[in-house]
């Protein structure tokens, strides 16, 4: 079932703006939270991930933040680039499986 | 060292039919996960495969099947094909880290599986 909502389902900035993408999930008994970045045609890459006993990531240009009570987690770029645009997705772990939001389309303009 | 491999690239079918798809693991790897994958949707969880066994299963009927084998390679069959099965499927490997928690997935390139 669609139980990681993500918002929003488009975004559009311009270059060297920042972008921001949101997700939230249902099961507490989640515990890892993975953020996927899929190019046209090609498989999903992994580009930064959170375990539930953290409550902030960074990775250069890329953090990611988790809210464990409000059960919501985000992806933050900084200083975008063209060649970050793609179709972003997040993930919770559930107790029998790896759910996936329904992903965000992303467009850098320059 | 290759990554996830999956064959074949693209397949088509009719309806009624039976498919099977192929996966081998990134190398130090040995848990293996099948998605499935929609056109402008995220990938849907199938099913998870460790120690040759089905360790989870998403919501999917029992035409999904699948099988790992000893050396951590995975396959995905897909019995009386419908319509709505077409889609691209999409392997992913891991190592296993403990029960219930999980580690990072790498995935292959998947199959596109066209049913008409």
């Known amino acids: 079932g669609e139980n990681v909502e993500q918002h929003p389902s488009t975004l559009s900035v311009q270059e060297g703006d920042s972008a921001v993408i949101k997700c939230t999930y249902s099961?507490?008994?989640?515990?890892?939270f993975p953020w996927y970045k899929q190019e046209l045609g090609k498989r999903p890459q992994l580009i930064i991930d959170?375990?539930?006993?953290?409550g902030e990531k960074k990775d250069q240009r890329i953090a990611v933040t988790l809210n464990k009570t409000a059960k919501h987690f985000s992806l933050h770029i900084t200083e975008t680039q063209p060649e970050d645009s793609a179709v972003y997705f997040c993930?919770?772990?559930?107790?029998?499986?790896?759910?996936f939001g329904a992903g965000t389309r992303l467009t850098v303009k320059p | 060292d290759a990554g996830v491999t999956q064959s074949p690239t693209h397949l088509i079918k009719t309806r009624g039919q039976q498919v099977t798809l192929r996966c081998s693991p990134k190398?130090?790897?040995?848990?293996v996960s099948w998605y499935q994958q929609a056109l402008g949707q995220g990938p849907q969880f199938i099913f998870q495969?460790?120690?040759?066994?089905e360790r989870q299963r998403g919501n999917f009927p029992d035409r999904f099947s699948g099988h790992q084998f000893p050396n951590y390679s995975s396959e995905l069959n897909v019995n009386a094909l419908l319509l709505g099965d077409s889609a691209l499927y999409l392997c992913?490997?891991?190592?296993?880290w403990g029960a219930g928690l999980y580690n990072e997935q790498f995935f292959g390139p998947g199959t596109r599986l066209t049913v008409l």
């Open positions: 992913a490997s891991s190592s296993e």
């Open positions: 959170i375990r539930s006993n953290v």
């Open positions: 993930a919770a772990s559930y107790p029998n499986d790896m759910r």
């Open positions: 190398s130090g790897h040995d848990t």
């Open positions: 495969y460790y120690e040759e066994e």
């Open positions: 099961d507490s008994a989640s515990n890892y």
